[in-house]
């Protein structure tokens, strides 16, 4: 028996006393005292000894823990639920409900009895392959935590006789340097005095009559001249080559993202279990879980020193488009980079210089060759080939300010704010809006995916769907999910980011079960992109200084 099991009726009224018997009646702990209580009544109780109750049945009761004193009489076929009365007038009345007697009916000879066991069998049996498979792993991790010091030992060493390496050509060359300049200004003295007397020798030669020794003079002081251009010919060519060996100025960021890349695609020690089944998984389907999910190792890419990553979008499976926003000599550019994933060749260009209400929070592509920005009353379409803005699509309604664009079927379409509303305007190359779709207001993202946009707001903990025919309904709440989420949707999940929390999130459209996609793996995320054909999620981190790149199928 547990020390803190005391009896449920003197609790009840405030006191403490210690069960040691139970009533099957009343499925209750009771003291000593009012188990003679019990057993008085008009129709006395039936009271055990609690050494004789499974922990399961103490586990069990009829009363309704939301409502005090109301027993659960029903049973709600739509939640799956035992509820008592007050339960079913607050909130079952449309529901399904039967008598828990009727619902009991038959429950020996079904099947579901003979499925809980096999399921409870059944993870008995994963426990335990886990246990075993959590021993295995504590002994691996413990082999490669020596593997991996004798591994950063060899780095460390490598990397220290490296740098003496290079401190003694540091070294090395001075002193070259320094005995060469020694050298050269003994020459250039020498040079000097040269130069000096064949001056004074020619400065005197107006005095000399005879013109033979005139002559003679003149062709000594020339070779002579001749030689000593050319000595200081080569003493200025060894200016520019006299130098110690130098370290890049960048050393330290290039060290410093070498290091970042490392911490972060650290290959972790794994023990690769068995799935326990279908059926063990059954009673899971309802439960909203936080554990993170496993993921396939990411790809990272960095932005320039003078450079931060915003909005992207995958052109193909292959390849991503990105803005760039840089900053040189106070002047701002917002440029495009297009990154090749498989080899990460990337090539940036300019679109937009000095640029003023360009919104770096959303890019799509038209075609293969041409993607779209917007402004706050235009959209810019940029011609990837030539690398230039080849159009501004004016917007008809100058009172309507542009926050948002997508291309499908080659329809482009923008969300404008307008007089303290949302909608989606379908316009045309000209910028005519052929139609509109209203939304609920405070849209802070959206995502379109099978004629469906999903929306996440500035003001409030929920997602939102609003089909193209104009139906608007909720499709997840929770009250701890952060306002200002961003949103990407597949086929049957939504991914959303948490900002603040360093998290995206997954949510099944169909059971809405929430799960931890990336946690860890992120810092300061400020965008993100989905591929659905290739399942690629791209994640804009460090406050737009790298971009990272996940598979989510596993």
């Not at 379409?381 to 948002?404: P, Q, Y």
Request: contains cysteine.
């Amino acid at each position: 028996m547990a020390t803190n099991e005391v009896c449920a009726g003197c609790l009840r009224d405030n006191e403490e006393e210690i069960a040691v018997l139970w009533c099957n009646d009343c499925e209750e702990l009771v003291c000593r005292p009012c188990s003679k209580v019990h057993r008085r009544f008009a129709i006395p109780h039936d009271v055990v000894d609690i050494k004789h109750i499974p922990d399961v049945n103490k586990a069990l009761s009829k009363i309704c823990k939301d409502h005090t004193g109301q027993k659960l009489f029903f049973f709600c076929v739509n939640h799956d639920k035992i509820v008592c009365p007050a339960c079913l007038s607050e909130l079952h009345k449309e529901c399904n409900i039967n008598h828990i007697e009727k619902a009991a009916k038959g429950i020996k000879d079904s099947s579901a009895i003979h499925d809980l066991k096999e399921r409870i069998h059944n993870q008995k049996g994963v426990i335990e392959k886990v246990k075993e498979e959590y021993n295995e792993l504590s002994s691996q991790i413990g082999q490669d935590k020596e593997q991996q010091h004798e591994r950063l030992k060899q780095l460390r060493s490598t990397i220290e006789d490296r740098l003496n390496q290079l401190d003694k050509n540091i070294e090395t060359h001075y002193n070259q340097s320094v005995e060469k300049i020694s050298s050269s200004t003994e020459q250039l003295k020498s040079l000097a005095r040269t130069t000096q007397a064949n001056l004074q020798d020619i400065e005197k030669a107006d005095t000399e009559e005879s013109e033979v020794k005139l002559f003679h003079l003149v062709k000594h002081l020339d070779t002579s001249q001749l030689s000593d251009e050319e000595n200081l010919q080569c003493l200025e060519n060894e200016i520019s080559s006299l130098s110690i060996q130098k370290i890049p100025e960048n050393i330290i960021e290039k060290v410093d993202a070498m290091f970042y890349e490392f911490s972060h695609d650290t290959q972790t020690t794994s023990c690769k279990g068995q799935q326990s089944g279908n059926k063990a998984r059954q009673s899971q389907l309802r439960i909203h879980s936080d554990e993170k999910q496993p993921l396939h190792k990411s790809r990272t890419f960095y932005a320039d020193v003078s450079s931060t990553f915003h909005a992207c979008c995958f052109i193909d499976e292959n390849t991503i488009l990105i803005i760039e926003e840089q900053l040189i000599d106070m002047s701002k550019k917002l440029n495009l980079q297009i990154i090749e994933l498989k080899d990460g060749q990337a090539l940036s260009f300019m679109v937009l210089k000095g640029y003023h209400g360009t919104c770096y929070d959303t890019i799509c592509t038209f075609d293969r060759n041409n993607a779209l920005i917007v402004g706050q009353w235009c959209v810019f379409v940029i011609d990837m080939e030539l690398k230039k803005v080849a159009r501004t699509i004016k917007i008809g309604n100058k009172l309507s300010c542009c926050k948002w664009v997508t291309c499908i079927e080659s329809q482009i379409m923008i969300l404008c704010e307008h007089s303290m509303c949302h909608f989606i305007s379908w316009i045309d190359y000209n910028g005519k809006s052929l139609r509109t779709l209203d939304l609920p207001y405070g849209v802070f993202d959206l995502d379109i995916n099978d004629k469906i946009v999903y929306c996440t707001f500035s003001n409030a903990n929920h997602v939102t769907y609003t089909t193209f025919s104009g139906v608007n309904n909720t499709c997840y709440t929770s009250l701890d999910l952060r306002e200002r989420c961003k949103i990407a949707v597949g086929d049957s999940m939504i991914f959303l980011l948490e900002r603040d929390r360093n998290s995206v999130y997954k949510v099944d459209i169909t059971t809405k079960q929430r799960s931890v996609f990336l946690k860890d793996e992120i810092t300061n995320p400020t965008h993100m992109s989905f591929d659905r054909k290739s399942k690629q999620l791209a994640v804009t981190c460090d406050e737009g200084k790298c971009l990272k790149i996940f598979n989510t199928c596993f």
